[in-house]
């Protein structure tokens, strides 16, 4: 069983709609870590494999200032301050996977289930995944000061790079 741990190249990228503009954000320094059988240099799931990663809201940043602030206090970002997925299942082989987990975003869990892509890069994992959350789903109200509103749904991308821990295996976060 392979080990990867997510390094500093990871990152969450997530965008939304509003009544004004596009609102794109990135929270970057990311924890996790991912375990996977690696047999003849491909990942095949298994018993084991699995992974997580999390994110501090905090990190949440749009390059406006004041939407990074406003953004934080409506997520309350002090009361709840990470988000992370849990995979606990992975399905496929190839570099196509259907990975199953929980995802908690403002204190609440939602199971969720999304494809990902996996592969071996010179030693290293690479995984990309796309997961779309409603927000209101989690106990946050949609954003709305004057005229701008945000959508209630978000999607978030996910492009995380995992380093072999001392001869482990890769996640699917």
Same mark, same amino acid.
């Given at each position: 069983?392979?080990?990867?741990?997510?390094?500093?190249?990871?990152?969450?990228?997530?965008?939304?709609?509003?009544?004004?503009?596009?609102?794109?954000?990135?929270?970057?320094?990311?924890?996790? %870590?991912?375990?996977?059988?690696?047999?003849?240099?491909?990942?095949?799931?298994?018993? =084991?494999?699995? =992974?997580?990663? %999390? =994110?501090?809201?905090?990190?949440?940043?749009?390059?406006? /200032?004041?939407?990074?602030?406003?953004?934080?206090?409506?997520?309350?970002? /002090?009361?709840?301050?990470?988000?992370?997925?849990?995979?606990?299942?992975?399905?496929?082989?190839?570099?196509?996977? /259907?990975?199953?987990?929980?995802?908690?975003?403002?204190?609440?869990?939602?199971?969720?289930?999304?494809?990902?892509?996996?592969?071996? %890069?010179?030693?290293?994992?690479?995984?990309?995944?796309?997961?779309?959350?409603?927000?209101?789903?989690?106990?946050? /109200?949609?954003?709305?000061?004057?005229?701008?509103?945000?959508?209630?749904?978000?999607?978030?991308?996910?492009?995380?790079?995992?380093?072999?821990?001392?001869?482990?295996?890769?996640?699917?976060?």
């Amino acid at each position: 069983m392979a080990k990867f741990t997510w390094t500093n190249e990871s990152a969450v990228t997530v965008a939304a709609d509003s009544s004004v503009h596009p609102i794109s954000a990135e929270i970057r320094g990311l924890r996790g %870590e991912a375990t996977c059988d690696v047999v003849d240099g491909a990942l095949v799931p298994g018993p =084991g494999t699995g =992974g997580w990663v %999390e =994110g501090d809201v905090a990190q949440l940043e749009t390059g406006k /200032k004041l939407e990074d602030m406003a953004l934080r206090k409506q997520i309350d970002a /002090k009361r709840h301050p990470s988000v992370r997925y849990e995979v606990r299942s992975v399905e496929g082989s190839g570099n196509t996977f /259907k990975v199953s987990g929980a995802f908690t975003f403002h204190g609440e869990t939602s199971e969720f289930t999304d494809e990902c892509t996996a592969r071996l %890069e010179g030693g290293r994992l690479v995984v990309d995944a796309e997961h779309t959350v409603d927000i209101r789903d989690h106990g946050v /109200k949609p954003f709305k000061v004057l005229t701008l509103s945000i959508q209630p749904e978000a999607r978030l991308t996910l492009h995380l790079v995992g380093a072999e821990a001392g001869g482990s295996a890769p996640a699917w976060g």
